[in-house]
């Protein structure tokens, strides 16, 4: 017999337990809620660090095509 069981907490759990993640890990209804959590968190980090590297990356292109008309990482 096969057995589903949560990815969090290791208790048995329905086959149709909604995934949560790009693994697609399953989690028992009181686990989930700190899962999406992790997630919608993890999201807000990689949007900051996202963010700050595009602004730091604007102004270096800035400062270079002072002096560059085409960057090396250009096409």
Do not use: W
């Amino acid at each position: 017999m096969k057995a589903t069981t949560c990815d969090g907490t290791g208790v048995v759990i329905p086959d149709d337990t909604p995934p949560t993640g790009p693994f697609g890990h399953q989690y028992c209804d009181e686990a989930r809620p700190a899962a999406e959590r992790y997630m919608r968190e993890l999201d807000e980090i990689h949007t900051e660090a996202a963010s700050a590297f595009q602004f730091k990356l604007n102004r270096l292109r800035e400062e270079a095509r002072k002096v560059l008309a085409q960057l090396p990482d250009e096409p």
